[in-house]
């Protein structure tokens, strides 16, 4: 059957013990609606609460709240129950009275994410996805340093880490350790870059902390700087530690405008990239700017001008699908939105060193 997290905000007057009671109520009948309360999540300072929920479907979770006191949720997801241990640490109570009955969670579901990005030097896209010594030694040091600082890797592959942190000091902590290993490796062929951004697992999207991820990959892989830091982290690590940031060249904070600027541009570019007649014009109109303004925005924020940014998203793009082996260079031309192929590979060698042709056999 499958799992869902709920998503509920509620009054300020609303206590751990109130939503403990309210989960309560919703055990007591879950079995007419065909439900099991696996936990839940409440945050006294931001007053939102998170239920794990065992159901046939969304329907069942809203008649089943309805019933029991009225509260139904505001927003529903389906989820992993791996991918939410991954996490939130748990997928049922943390602790039960003698009786076997949870007692009243004060456990907040809010996290801090940090997107771990492996970055090729211009001469080292050819061995980037080789797995050596130096790649090893890269991510064992990661691995070292997430433990150490309590964090929680959700995923890994062979170019990014994406790590979930309770505290957001030991994130920023977490951050500059990693910055100083991998500079302590002297690894030629990549480097490392980090964004981080924080949040709660349920929104609007239909992911778990889609938001959250969406907007420390992007911001890692669109500003240039070792550590990207959303507007948020920074508010919060300076509430619990004014030297959270004393180490300010290793640091790029947003501004909350500029994070809205990247987010409604990248919703955009996400969805449209690979139409050939995509024009600056038309990504400029989303983000409610005239063309020039969004030129000295992004000009800014990037230090790259919008047709430049969009031409290196492609290309982006056309890498990993050549590091797939996803088909010829004609085909991966067109897919990524280049309308020649003999440009798209003009561009990808001034990009990368090596003409597309030469990468594919390499990763045949």
């Avoid at 080789?130 to 030694?137: G, H, L, P, V, Y």
């Avoid at 062929?189 to 907007?215: C, H, M, R």
């Amino acid at each position: 059957m499958p799992i869902y997290m709920d998503r509920h905000d509620v009054s300020e007057s609303v206590t751990a013990e109130h939503v403990a009671q309210l989960h309560k109520e919703d055990l007591k009948i879950q079995d007419t609606f065909g439900c099991r309360g696996l936990t839940y999540w409440f945050d006294d300072k931001r007053k939102t609460a998170f239920c794990l929920v065992e159901a046939p479907n969304e329907q069942a979770i809203r008649a089943m709240h309805d019933k029991a006191h009225g509260q139904i949720p505001h927003s529903i997801i389906e989820v992993d129950a791996g991918v939410v241990e991954s996490f939130l640490g748990r997928i049922e109570d943390p602790k039960k009275n003698q009786e076997g009955i949870s007692e009243s969670i004060d456990d907040p579901a809010f996290r801090t994410i940090m997107v771990i990005a492996k970055v090729p030097s211009f001469s080292g896209y050819s061995t980037f996805y080789q797995i050596d010594e130096s790649f090893t030694a890269y991510f064992e040091a990661i691995r070292h340093v997430i433990k150490a600082n309590d964090g929680r890797v959700v995923r890994e592959s062979k170019d990014l880490f994406i790590v979930s942190f309770e505290s957001v000091s030991r994130a920023v902590a977490a951050s500059l350790e990693i910055n100083s290993a991998c500079q302590e490796l002297h690894i030629d062929s990549f480097s490392s870059k980090i964004g981080l951004s924080a949040g709660v697992p349920v929104t609007e999207k239909k992911s778990i902390f889609e938001d959250t991820i969406n907007l420390a990959d992007r911001i890692c892989a669109m500003i240039p700087g070792d550590i990207i830091v959303s507007a948020e982290v920074a508010e919060l690590a300076l509430s619990e530690n004014i030297n959270a940031f004393n180490n300010t060249q290793n640091f790029v904070i947003l501004k909350s405008q500029e994070e809205n600027l990247i987010t409604q541009l990248m919703d955009f570019i996400d969805s449209s990239w690979s139409d050939s007649n995509l024009k600056v014009d038309d990504f400029s109109k989303p983000a409610g700017l005239s063309k020039s303004q969004l030129y000295r925005k992004l000009k800014t924020l990037t230090g790259k001008s919008p047709n430049t940014f969009l031409k290196d998203y492609r290309l982006k793009k056309a890498l990993a699908l050549l590091n797939k082996n996803s088909g010829n260079v004609s085909e991966i031309a067109f897919e990524t939105g280049f309308s020649s192929p003999s440009y798209f590979s003009k561009c990808f060698h001034k990009k990368y060193g090596h003409s597309p042709s030469e990468y594919l056999p390499a990763n045949a």
